[in-house]
């Protein structure tokens, strides 16, 4: 017999792809309207970041740009003070940093906002994000409070202008000039010409020897008995020589004061002398004026320093080389000179 066989009827390929065709047509037809709502939103959410931060970010590069140029300065002093802590160096790195912290908080704000606004749109859930973020955050704000302090208080420093390039500053652990004003490091270089990479974060205490004007003190030592009246005449008579010269009136901000006697004793007595200058010019003017000072007083027959009278002179020893030392012979208790003590008989006449 023939043998027969069975076949199970089964949809056509034809008829598969027709029905799912259908059910993919459907579900678009369903949520298009939705996917539309959420493009737009997303699209709109994002440009308006973009033009924000835009807007934003060309404030900012205004303002730093205005800070660079900029030449006046609100101080108290005269208008070349004012030039003189317009630094241009000074202004344009610390414009630079300025700008560089406040571009790159705008767009993390404003980025970051967009963001946050644009997952819960995509149906991300941002509860558990926000508690992931929240315990990385911790964790590194302990593991890099370090670099964090450093981080803020540069900015500070900056905001501050506490310093800047070209500034003689005492850090409490390094003195030096200022070469680079950075987030994080701070560059100095010392006296000897090393140079310094202190942390922001460890500095508790900066002393600027470079804004606004410096002091050069001198101290004269006179005899008790000199004429203050004639030291001081001679004193303000060099200085003033000293200011008519181009070299050092572009130094020296205020005339020189006699300040008085600082210090007085049995002998002698000490005049303070001090003078307003151009910061880190102290040294220079102080020596200089140490000099003209010097000659002043010479010419006039005035010594410095402690005057002794002639007759209250001590007389001078004699050199070590003509004192002889010390003999053993000299102490008649010494056993040398016992030994050569006469024996006691011998040179008696009467015992023979």
Do not use: C
Request: proline share 4%; hydrophobic share 45%.
């Amino acid at each position: 017999m023939p043998s027969q066989t069975s076949t199970t009827s089964t949809p056509t390929s034809p008829t598969v792809s027709l029905h799912d065709a259908g059910q993919a047509v459907g579900y678009v037809s369903q949520h298009w309207q939705a996917w539309v709502t959420d493009a737009l939103r997303i699209i709109f959410i994002a440009v308006i970041a973009l033009v924000v931060r835009a807007v934003v970010v060309r404030l900012i590069d205004k303002m730093v740009e205005k800070m660079a140029n900029s030449t006046s300065h609100h101080h108290s002093e005269s208008a070349w003070m004012s030039g003189l802590l317009a630094n241009a160096e000074r202004r344009r790195q610390r414009s630079q940093a300025m700008g560089s912290v406040l571009r790159s908080v705008s767009s993390f704000v404003i980025l970051g906002t967009a963001a946050i606004t644009i997952l819960p749109v995509l149906g991300i859930n941002l509860a558990p994000l926000l508690a992931s973020a929240g315990v990385a955050g911790v964790a590194i704000g302990f593991g890099a409070r370090n670099l964090v302090t450093d981080f803020l208080s540069g900015v500070f420093m900056i905001l501050e202008d506490q310093y800047g390039v070209g500034d003689q500053i005492d850090t409490g652990v390094a003195t030096g000039t200022v070469l680079e004003v950075g987030l994080r490091v701070t560059k100095l270089r010392g006296a000897g010409g090393e140079i310094w990479y202190i942390r922001n974060g460890e500095v508790k205490r900066i002393a600027n020897l470079s804004q606004g004007w410096a002091t050069a003190s001198v101290e004269i030592p006179l005899g008790y008995h000199e004429d203050l009246d004639r030291v001081k005449e001679l004193i303000l008579a060099a200085a003033e020589e000293m200011d008519k010269e181009e070299e050092w009136a572009e130094t020296l901000i205020e005339p020189v004061k006699v300040l008085g006697v600082e210090s007085l004793a049995a002998d002698s007595m000490i005049v303070q002398v001090s003078v307003k200058v151009l910061p880190g010019k102290s040294l220079g003017v102080a020596r200089e004026l140490r000099r003209r000072i010097k000659i002043a007083l010479e010419q006039a027959g005035i010594r410095l320093g402690v005057t002794v009278p002639v007759e209250d002179a001590v007389p001078a020893q004699r050199a070590a080389a003509d004192i002889n030392a010390p003999s053993v012979l000299g102490d008649p208790m010494s056993a040398q000179s016992r030994g050569t003590a006469p024996i006691p008989g011998l040179d008696d006449p009467s015992q023979k």
